[in-house]
Structures are given as C-alpha cells and as structure tokens.
C-alpha cells in the first residue's frame, strides 16, 4: 500500500464531490457545507479554494488511485488542517499516512486540528501525528443538523 500526496488538479474535483455524497461520511465528518449535494455550490467553493496561493492543498493516492484530499488554510489566525478521505477506504491507516506526510510540507506552526468529540479515528490520526489536545468546543454540524461536541488538536512542533 503506497500512500502519496500530489497537487491537486481539476479532474479531481468531480471525484471529490463523490466522496462527499456518502450520507455516513457526511455525520461522520459533521462539520461540512449546508447542503453537501449542491454541485454549484461545491463547484464555487472549489473555485476559490484552487485559485488561493494561501491553502495549501494535496490529492492524496492509495496505489496510484485517488481516495481523498487534504489542506491547509488559515481560519481566525490560526493555521487549520481538513482531510476527507473516501469511506471505501476507511479504516486503512490512509488519513494518518497522508497527515504525517502533509505535515512535512505545511511549515507553519502551531497547526490545528479539528473533529468531532465522536470521530475516534480522526482524533487518532492526529495524535499518531504529534496533535495534542487543547480545547473542546461545540458548534454547528450541518452533516448532523444540531450542534455537537468537537475536540481542537494542535500540532507545535
């Protein structure tokens, strides 16, 4: 099993917006767009994430087959990370593999994490990672229609 990160090209986006559609990906995620399955919407928003010099985005491979992304922005001040990995793949140590791999490319520090209270997975990448726990919040989770619990994890070095 071969992980690697590339430049994300604009092919990748109709498979992106697939991925995106899995209903229990979307409650696992939580924190998505309003409306998920609103392909002018998705297609906007991809529009301005492609033309930012200031996200640093990667299509992430499992054996030379696309199976997710990964990005880095900048939200309030701080650095963030978000990672979407296809649900056909869950469960392969993809999402850890493709973090430790980003977070040798992503520079600046502190880098944040974020997930939900319940996404044990994500939460384990990210401590595999070197992410530690600093705070718990709640917020608005359109993926599930109410708010919930999220942990914030933070990378420092």
Known sequence: MMIQLRPI????????????QHKPAQHMAAFVHEDPSNREHFNAHWAKLMN???ILKRSIEL??????????FDMMGDREITYWIDHHHWN???ATEALSQFVQIESVRPLNGRAAKDNIASIR?????????VAE?????????????EVVMRLDA
């Open 125 to 133: 990448s990210m401590e595999k990672c070197g992410f530690t726990l």
């Open 92 to 94: 392969k140590g993809i």
């Open 137 to 149: 919040e709640r917020g608005f989770a359109h993926g599930r229609g109410e708010e919930i619990d």
């Open 63 to 72: 054996d030379g087959k696309l199976v997710g992304h990964i990005m880095s």
């Open 9 to 20: 090209e604009p092919m990748d986006l109709p498979v992106f917006y697939e991925h995106m």
């Open 52 to 54: 930012s010099d200031a």
